[in-house]
């Protein structure tokens, strides 16, 4: 199913006011930067929100499902995900691209299969692992802003120290505390957003597809 197809899926299966806020969200993040939220929730409304969520996270260590990718130029990509918290991650995008994704919980890696070629970053180096993390708690440095609405939790997270610039905006729906889409910001500001859905929770997933490959040909290998 290509890009086009999976979006009216998915608002036509997705009618509820929280989906129609973050398919908004999506298509817009893919065409401007992303906006941060101005209006604050309070302390109150904040630790609420961050107590939940971590309690949701401790209690959904593994989901797979589908994904739509919002580049920085606009373009979009979907595919398949896998996470196993902690660290692990893995997507695998749909042709015709080459992309596969996928973190072991301490390397991030990027394989070209067409290429055959593997690209590796520490994963503690990325926003990144803010998402991949069991539990986010409500004295974490890493937390800039938080924004609780009737139909949409956003949290903004991020470490100058550890990752420069770069930072990752969750969107969570405040009932479920179901986690939606995120939007990761690089050095350069350049922002890419990824919308998940067909969410299947607290699944068994074999150790083996969070495995990376040293033995390729033409490593580019950055440790």
Not at 55 to 64: A, I, Y
Not at 67 to 83: D, K, L, S, V, Y
Not at 99 to 111: E, R
């Amino acid at each position: 199913m290509n890009i086009r197809n999976r979006l009216s899926q998915i608002t036509k299966s997705n009618t509820g006011p929280m989906m129609k806020n973050l398919f908004l969200a999506a298509a817009t993040l893919s065409a401007i930067a992303f906006v941060s939220p101005t209006v604050h929730a309070k302390a109150n409304d904040k630790q609420e929100a961050i107590t939940a969520i971590s309690d949701h996270f401790t209690s959904v260590p593994t989901m797979t499902g589908e994904f739509i990718q919002f580049g920085p130029n606009g373009e979009q990509t979907g595919g398949t995900f896998h996470i196993h918290r902690p660290g692990r991650i893995r997507f695998d995008y749909e042709d015709p691209s080459p992309i596969m994704v996928v973190s072991n919980g301490k390397t991030l890696a990027v394989n070209n299969k067409k290429l055959k070629t593997w690209s590796y970053l520490p994963l503690s180096k990325t926003p990144l692992s803010l998402l991949l993390s069991d539990k986010i708690e409500i004295d974490d440095n890493s937390i800039q802003e938080v924004d609780a609405q009737e139909d949409i939790t956003t949290v903004k997270m991020g470490n100058e120290r550890i990752f420069g610039d770069s930072e990752i905006t969750l969107l969570f729906d405040p009932i479920t505390q179901d986690l939606r889409q995120w939007t990761i910001k690089d050095a350069q500001g350049k922002e890419t957003s990824v919308m998940i859905f067909n969410v299947e929770k607290n699944i068994q997933i074999p150790e083996n597809l969070f495995r990376i490959e040293n033995s390729q040909p033409r490593k580019n290998q950055q440790r």
